[in-house]
């Protein structure tokens, strides 16, 4: 199985729960980069101003990585939940990629909630069911505490 992590973090815990998963996985992996969210407060009031109003920010690829899903069995896409929905520059790859994706699986990280809407709108807005879905608390990313529900997930595209 030919498989694709691509993902979107502002702070870093989504960036960590990703290149797990492709450890499990032995994935290709790519970082979607977005200017428009700085660390600090500016950066959150964007975000969540952008995230509510549906912006579709522009976006690019960390160097030598590319998010384009030919030739992948599935991609597997992670998301910070910004008020209760997927981050912008996640919302721009799944509206630039649409049509594309053979089978999809979502993960997300959050303060606490808001995981149902954020997998339902990536399923709106792709077309697609997710083959599988995860969703992890920052707490629970930081505390290291996680690695079980990474191989949940992990194992259950595998068929395991
Ligand atoms: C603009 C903004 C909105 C957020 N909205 C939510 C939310 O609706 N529900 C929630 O549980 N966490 C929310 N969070 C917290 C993030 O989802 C959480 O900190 C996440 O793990 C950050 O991932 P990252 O470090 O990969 O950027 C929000 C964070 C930001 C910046």
Not at 138 to 159: A, D, I, M, W
């Amino acid at each position: 199985m030919r498989s694709l992590v691509v993902f979107y973090s502002r702070t870093g815990t989504t960036r960590t729960v990703a290149h797990e998963i492709r450890k499990c996985l032995g994935s290709d992996i790519c970082e979607i980069k977005a200017d428009n969210y700085p660390r600090g407060p500016i950066g959150y009031l964007m975000a969540g101003w952008d995230a509510m109003a549906k912006k579709l920010p522009d976006i690019k690829y960390h160097k030598g990585m590319t998010g384009v899903p030919s030739g992948y069995d599935v991609v597997l896409i992670g998301t910070p939940v910004w008020g209760f929905t997927m981050a912008s520059p996640v919302r721009s790859y799944i509206t630039q990629n649409k049509g594309r994706f053979r089978k999809l699986a979502f993960f997300c990280t959050q303060g606490g909630s808001g995981s149902d809407q954020t997998f339902s709108s990536m399923e709106e807005l792709s077309g697609l069911k997710a083959s599988a879905k995860l969703a992890l608390t920052k707490k629970r990313v930081k505390q290291g505490s996680y690695l079980e529900y990474v191989k949940g997930f992990t194992g259950s595209l595998n068929g395991s």
